[in-house]
């Protein structure tokens, strides 16, 4: 593509002192593109690591797809989750189906009050339902029994409640009437175990219950509030909701993880495209300094782009002796910026601790961000697209200056010279 002198006498410009490599513009130029590469790689990286963490914690709580009754509880339940196995496509695509009973709860305990969601599910499903990055700290959750509870991590440090102390219940449903009113329904039980699942909303907000304790305080005898059908494949929800929605009787509602996550789901991927946008005006400021680099070396070796020209050196070669040297620029920055940027999305959660470290500051915020940990997710054609764009518009910068250098008269140059 290039020939032998076009890469010599290129190298040799880049190579020359004021101009080229040499001038202050094109490190600025090239530092510009590793900067915004390296940048747009761990941004890129940091939005991806919360789409699928947070998605995967909160779809995976919560189920792919959920069955509700429009009238409240979903009685006969276990009839109903056996009708749905026996649907071909259901049990091709599901991994399992759990009923879960719902509430939301005020929790008391030493002084503190909180309110919580109370979740009343059989401990066997539980098991299977937490992720495989989920502390338990207690007693095994197979080993719970009727009348306890499996508390968040955060909630029973902020209620200052250990294993075994007992926390108060009290909710609203099935409370008792009396003559000034209905009265709350108030229950004491013992936390036999605390959880961690690594999103704060969970730890600090849910407490798991036996579904028997739970219908029983919940004032739900027999029923359930939803039933949560988990996929092979999360993306694929369609099939499973249209073939529950044919077979299911009259009051049955399907909704899947996009259903219930509609604005959550939206606003990432708003928020992903435009920190794209804003970050990859570096790189194109960045390219405008090439441009003026280029300029600028273009009419220092004016005198040599004539000489050259006389000796028989043709307009193409001169245009490609010019995109060369832009084209370095922007391939080396690229290089350097891709790999600076996959080393620091790597080890983004160590270098967040190390700053906050040394700034005494929380620069993440688990309350804020959902998250107790930054999560990163590099991958390559993210990293391949980034860097070739960097590079594209490098080698776009360099085309204004490569024509006008081969656009140069050499009679003109070396008569005034």
């Known amino acids: 593509m290039f020939s032998k002198l076009e890469k010599k006498i290129a190298f040799r410009y880049l190579r020359a002192r004021g101009r080229g490599f040499g001038s202050v513009i ?111 700290y207690g007693t095994p959750l197979a080993k719970i029994h009727d009348g306890q509870l499996a508390m968040g991590a955060t909630l ?8 075994d102390d007992s926390a108060t219940l009290i909710s609203a449903n099935g409370g008792t009437a009396t003559a000034f009113g209905t009265m709350p329904r108030i229950q004491s039980y013992p936390v036999a175990t605390t959880f961690f699942a690594g999103m ?30 988990f996929l092979q494949n999360p993306e694929k929800t369609a099939e499973v909701r249209n073939a529950l929605s044919a077979s299911l009787p009259n009051g049955f509602v399907v909704r899947d993880w996009r259903d219930l996550n ?25 390219a405008f300094n090439i441009v003026s680099s280029l300029v600028m070396l273009v009419k220092d070796k004016s005198r040599d782009i004539a000489v050259l020209r006389t000796f028989g050196v043709s307009r193409h070669s001169m245009m490609k002796i010019f995109i060369l040297c832009g084209s370095s620029i922007g391939v080396i920055g690229a290089i350097v910026g891709a790999t600076l940027g996959v080393l620091i999305a790597k080890y983004i959660e160590p270098i967040r601790q ?23 997710r590099i991958e390559f054609w993210n990293v391949f697209g980034i860097a070739f764009v960097a590079i594209a518009l490098a080698f776009l910068a360099t085309l204004y200056p490569a024509w006008k250098a081969a656009k140069t008269d050499p009679v003109e140059v070396l008569r005034n010279e």
């Open 26 to 136: 094109s490190w600025v130029s090239l530092l510009g593109i590793a900067l915004g590469v390296a940048t747009l790689i761990v941004v890129m990286s940091v939005m991806g690591g919360f789409h699928d963490t947070l998605l995967s914690r909160i779809v995976g709580m919560n189920g792919h797809v959920v069955v509700y009754h429009q009238d409240g509880a979903i009685q006969d339940f276990d009839y109903l989750i056996e009708k749905m196995k026996s649907n071909k496509v259901v049990t091709a695509n599901t991994t399992d189906i759990i009923p879960v009973l719902e509430g939301q709860v005020m929790v008391s305990a030493n002084g503190n009050n909180s309110g919580a969601m109370v979740r009343g599910i059989r401990m066997s499903d539980l098991e299977r339902k937490f992720q495989k990055g989920t502390r338990i």
């Open 156 to 163: 029973a440090r902020n209620m200052k409640l250990t294993r």
């Open 200 to 229: 704060y909303e969970y730890d600090s907000g849910y407490i798991f219950m036996p579904l028997e304790t739970a219908q029983k305080f919940l004032n739900s005898p027999g029923g359930v509030s939803h039933i949560d059908l």
């Open 262 to 286: 509609r604005g959550f789901v939206g606003a990432l991927q708003v928020e992903s495209n435009v920190m794209f946008l804003i970050l990859l005006l570096i790189v194109i400021v960045a």
């Open 354 to 376: 190390f700053l906050q470290l040394i700034t005494g500051r929380d620069l993440f915020p688990a309350e804020l961000y959902f998250l107790s940990e930054l999560p990163s």
